[in-house]
């Protein structure tokens, strides 16, 4: 992905204005739309497996509501014929000779036939909405939890991919979209049964109508799929865009960030960045509408042109006796029937096309989110632990030029904790996300217990393990959740409490008005919020609740008071007999409780050993605790 911002400051500006969002375009296989080249052939070939597609989706959530829909369906397609047949036979009644009473009388069992055909395709008409009803929303919700599920299980390092969060955007319409698919399948498909019953009737009156009306009803086809065609191109379009404000409209908008906006006076840039990325979709997308337009009035003139050559074929077959004219009345009736059906089947296969296109996004980023799911083998990691080994482990994210992680070895074994110090940027995280089998090395191998993490089952080492990570989450749950969010319920709170007081929250716990059972989010209704260090320690307490053999904190107390940090390491030093522990801290007097301190830089371990022999030993961790101490 190409990143460009344009620099819009001038010379002579006293102050330059402010940048505006920078432009995204794609490189690579997402450069290219993937309709560039398909032309209209193509696309109508499209149809059949999209109509086979929704079948095969429906039939899994709802079989019943399928089989209703189809029925209905094959219900409303002979009504429409028979409807048909009989107004041909009544009006050639009608329109017969003798009186007009015995004509009538003639007509009456047509008549008869046509309101009971017409009522039951009422009735299966109503009953086909009923199925949409039913199948559409299990559907949608079907397609949400693939599409939530898909994301949750790749490997991690596919949200660095380039291209993954902009084709998971377009997944996300396409979930959206999926509210139409049944719809736009029913329709078309009760537009096509319609269809096949009126031109057969239409062609037992005379064969020149068919050929006739179907080039009437092509061209409206044609432009409906070519207006799909042009929406999707300049969807396609906006696509990174879009992506990118809806992000940054969470960031603008979410409470949480509100005081950092407001007392920094973002509001005002924020806006103008909003404002002008939307007017720059917007561009784009009224840059489509003349297009649209021609394509619209070109189809129609084109669809008009043959309709009149329709009528007029007809009248002078009328007119030269070519037809009777009781049945160039009905052909009148049979020719309005069939163009209404030929035009609903060609604007509903068009319809069905164009969702067809944000449906396929979807089922592509299901397919890309597959290929990316963890496949590592089943080596079972047995309940207890006792050591874990990193042997000359590499890793470089993506893009990068320089290794986070350049040949790291060491073992860290049962009843150890292990401290983690060095600059900014120097591979710490990294290295827990290594050892914790979140990222997988390069070069090199981790070792739980003699089993390489590349082989074993990512389920089984994450049920081994706990992590507060630097960013964690505060989740919009309860109390309760908070904590045991991960882990099985458990009949009674006790062991809930347990942690609670290890990580001395009891008292801002009791305090809440439904205590345990509180919501975590202000924003929702009878929620509660928490200061920012009483969410770190509830981000602790739910990983002391695992009780697993591998304990990581990645600066696990930044935002304590001295209170909560003692209470915190207090409890990490009396578990610790029971696991490995890892804390990773910039608060270098915190490293005193660990039995071992690794010094990081540039990705390689430079330094270990206890507090002691660092700080006295001049290298880069005595030279920290210095900076640290020089106020
Ligand atoms: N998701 C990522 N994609 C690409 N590069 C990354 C990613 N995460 C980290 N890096 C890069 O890897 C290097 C090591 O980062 P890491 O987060 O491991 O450092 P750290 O020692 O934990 O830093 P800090 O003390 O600031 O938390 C940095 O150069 C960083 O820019």
Redesign the pocket.
């Known amino acids: 992905m190409q990143v460009t911002v344009t620099d819009t400051s001038t010379d002579n500006a006293e102050t330059p204005p402010p940048p505006p969002p920078a432009t995204i375009s794609f490189e690579g296989k997402f450069g290219k739309n993937p309709l560039a080249d398909a032309g209209f052939g193509a696309m109508c070939r499209r149809l059949p497996s999209v109509l086979l597609h929704t079948a095969r989706m429906a039939w899994a959530v709802d079989r019943p509501g399928v089989v209703l829909l189809l029925a209905c369906q094959l219900l409303t397609g002979t009504a429409a014929a028979v409807v048909l047949t009989f107004t041909a036979q009544a009006m050639t009644h009608i329109l017969g000779t003798g009186t007009v009473s015995e004509r009538l009388h003639a007509a009456l069992p047509a008549l008869i036939v046509v309101t009971a055909a017409a009522a039951i395709g009422r009735v299966s008409g109503a009953l086909s909405s009923y199925a949409d009803g039913r199948i559409t929303p299990l559907l949608m919700t079907e397609a949400d939890v693939a599409l939530v599920t898909a994301v949750c299980r790749v490997e991690s390092s596919a949200y ?1 991919e380039d291209g993954f969060a902009d084709r998971q955007e377009a997944a996300e319409i396409g979930v959206t979209r999926t509210r139409l698919m049944v719809q736009d399948a029913q329709r078309f498909m009760s537009a096509l049964i319609r269809m096949i019953a009126a031109s057969g009737v239409v062609t037992t009156l005379h064969p020149l109508l068919l050929p006739l009306l179907l080039l009437a009803v092509l061209p409206a086809g044609a432009g409906a799929v070519l207006s799909a065609r042009v929406d999707y191109e300049t969807h396609y379009l906006n696509l990174g865009d879009r992506n990118v404000r809806s992000m940054m409209r969470w960031w603008a908008t979410y409470s949480r960030f509100g005081d950092e906006v407001r007392a920094n006076g973002m509001t005002g840039y924020l806006t103008y960045w909003y404002r002008a990325l939307s007017d720059r979709i917007d561009q784009r997308t009224l840059t489509a509408a003349p297009r649209m337009l021609h394509i619209t009035l070109g189809a129609g003139a084109l669809g008009g042109t043959f309709l009149l050559c329709t009528w007029s074929t007809l009248a002078w077959l009328a007119a030269t006796g070519r037809i009777a004219l009781p049945v160039a009345a009905t052909a009148v009736i049979a020719v309005q029937t069939t163009l209404a059906a030929l035009s609903q089947f060609v604007i509903h296969g068009a319809a069905l096309f164009h969702t067809s296109l944000y449906l396929a996004d979807m089922r592509s980023f299901l397919d890309m989110a597959q290929e990316r799911a963890p496949r590592r083998g089943e080596s079972a990691i047995p309940e207890r632990v006792d050591q874990i080994r990193l042997d000359e482990v590499v890793f470089q ?1 993506p ?2 030029e320089e290794p ?1 992680v350049a040949g790291v070895s060491l073992t860290l074994r049962r009843g150890e904790i292990l401290a983690v110090v ?10 827990t996300k290594l050892i914790t089998g979140i990222l997988l090395a390069d070069k090199g191998r981790v070792l739980w217990d003699d089993i390489d993490l590349a082989q074993a089952d990512p389920d089984a080492v994450w049920n081994r393990t706990a992590l507060v990570p ?1 960013n964690f989450a505060c989740w919009p749950l309860r109390a309760r959740e908070n904590i045991t969010l991960g882990q099985p319920r458990t009949h009674d709170d006790g062991p809930v409490w347990d942690v609670v007081d290890a990580v001395g929250m009891r008292e801002a716990i009791e305090r809440l008005p439904q205590r345990l059972d509180t919501l975590l989010a202000k924003e929702l209704w009878g929620g509660a919020e928490l200061s920012g260090g009483q969410w770190q320690r509830l981000a602790c307490g739910r990983v002391l609740y695992r009780e697993t053999p591998l304990l990581i904190l990645d600066e696990p107390t930044s935002q304590m008071d001295a209170r909560g940090e003692h209470a915190i390491f207090l409890e990490i030093k009396r578990i610790a007999a029971e696991r490995m522990t890892i804390v ?1 801290t ?1 608060q270098l007097e915190n490293t005193k409780l660990a039995d071992r301190i690794l010094v ?1 830089d540039q990705g390689r371990v430079i330094e270990q050993g206890t507090y002691e022999d660092l700080a006295n030993a001049g290298g880069l961790f005595a030279e920290l605790v210095s900076l640290s101490q020089d106020r």
């Open positions: 660095g994210y893009g990068k986070a060095g600059e900014n940027g120097s591979g710490k995280s990294t290295l630097q990773v910039h990081m």
